[in-house]
């Protein structure tokens, strides 16, 4: 905390000004406009209320440090001069979190040193700046390559130990449906301590504020610790899945159910009902990419006992979020078969409807063809005689020639009609 607070208690080096006092400083860290978003939520089991703030330099109340801040100790008690020293201006509670932000200080009891050194801390962090990521790299000994995926956003899902900590890469998604960017991945960063757990995220996500409403549900059956604060980001992440899976094998079954019995002024819309659930279940199996693969390894590690891994109670609902992860993937998988056989009915049956379409047509034009062969003769006859020529009878008074031609060409229809009908019904 030397970086914080400065070696002699005076202002921090890298910040040069008293964080306690002062809104104004480096761009990215000590700036306090109203206008921008609280960025940093910082929890301690020691602590009765979650500090929401929108720069670094308001996390500590008035006449605390950050050591003491970390530690899990509030900061002095004023009772006369609480009252009538005006509010600092700074962040207030997010709404929906009910935490507001220094308001319970004052009737908190001092902690004892020995429950300062217990105490459980939880620094999440969304967007943070190059200087920021600079300034907590220095305060806590990230490595640089941690320091390097954070701040590139590293897409890769992994978990890497270190001396004295270990990194959680897990991927999360945009779970508003009216947002342009839902489904699209979200890049979870889990920094493990021992004493704490620091967390990043570059956009707004529901998963922090879940785990401190568990928590603050949990606390009197579970002990918080910084292996838990991570295993239950990694539980909801994989939890916010489970709607979207659900909602899937419901369409997945109205669609394997309808795609054979519907009509064809509906087949268009299947089309697309097919088209849009393959691409939501090709969306989640992208975004689960090896999850259980991550979780496997942390649990694995947490058997070997190595140093800075989680302890075996934690890989053991590790062992479980591995369960459910495998469960989902294959879910996902068998829903995609369904999906492909669907697809392959749909064209199928199409096919065969054009089939019956082109079966018709043939049969029509056999038809007409049938009736033109009939017709082509007589009008052969009529038309040759038709001319500018003598016709036969022409100078024989009555209709007798007329009578016996309409009577021969009557005849000859009647003759090439009934050919024509057998010849037909024999090809059949």
């Known amino acids: ?24 400083g480096i761009p990215g860290i000590l700036h306090t406009g109203h206008d921008r978003p609280y960025r940093f939520s910082f929890y301690s089991n020691a602590l009765s209320a979650t500090i929401h703030a929108r720069s670094m330099s308001e996390l500590p109340a008035e006449g605390q440090s950050f050591t003491d801040l970390f530690t899990g100790i509030p900061p002095p008690r004023e009772p006369s001069a609480a009252r009538d020293r005006p509010t600092r201006p700074g962040p207030s509670p997010v709404v929906g979190d009910k935490t507001p932000r220094h308001s319970n200080y004052a009737n908190q009891p001092r902690h004892s040193a020995a429950d300062a050194e217990s105490s459980t801390w939880w620094l999440d962090v969304q967007s943070p700046t190059d200087d920021e990521m600079k300034m907590l790299s220095k305060v806590f000994s990230i490595h640089p390559l941690t320091t390097e995926d954070i701040q590139m956003e590293e897409t890769r899902e992994k978990i890497e130990l270190f001396r004295n900590y270990y990194l959680v890469c897990f991927r999360s998604f945009d779970q508003d449906p009216y947002s342009p960017t839902h489904l699209e991945p979200l890049n979870m960063y889990i920094i493990v301590f021992r004493e704490g757990t620091l967390s990043f995220h570059f956009r707004p996500t529901p998963h922090p504020q879940n785990v401190r409403r568990r928590i603050k549900q949990l606390k009197d059956y579970i002990s918080v610790t910084s ?7 990694i539980d909801d992440i994989t939890d916010a899945f489970g709607p979207l899976i659900q909602g899937i094998e419901y369409e997945v079954d109205s669609i394997d159910e309808l795609v054979l019995i519907l009509k064809e002024a509906e087949q268009s819309d299947m089309l697309r009902r097919i088209g849009t659930c393959r691409k939501k279940v090709m969306g989640l199996l992208r975004l689960m990419g090896n999850k259980a693969d991550v979780v496997k390894g ?39 078969k369904i999906l492909s056989r669907s697809h392959s009915n749909y064209l199928a049956q199409i096919s065969i409807e054009m089939t019956d379409a082109n079966n018709q047509i043939n049969d029509v034009l056999s038809k007409l063809t049938a009736l033109g062969t009939v017709l082509i003769p007589m009008n052969l006859v009529t038309g040759l005689w038709g001319m500018n020529v003598h016709v036969p009878g022409q100078d024989v008074p009555g209709y007798a020639w007329f009578v016996s031609i309409i009577a021969a060409l009557a005849a000859f229809a009647i003759i090439g009609g009934y050919s024509t009908y057998k010849f037909m019904v024999n090809r059949r």
């Open 227 to 233: 292996d838990w604060i991570s295993y239950a980001l």
């Open 298 to 336: 942390l649990a694995k590690r947490c058997n070997e006992h190595w140093r800075v891994a989680p302890t075996s109670d934690i890989g053991l609902y590790l062992s479980d979020i591995q369960d459910h992860l495998i469960t989902m993937t294959q879910n996902l998988n068998h829903y995609e």
């Open 1 to 24: 905390m030397a970086l914080f607070e400065g070696i002699t208690g005076d202002p921090p080096p890298a910040f040069g000004i008293d964080a306690a006092q002062s809104t104004s």
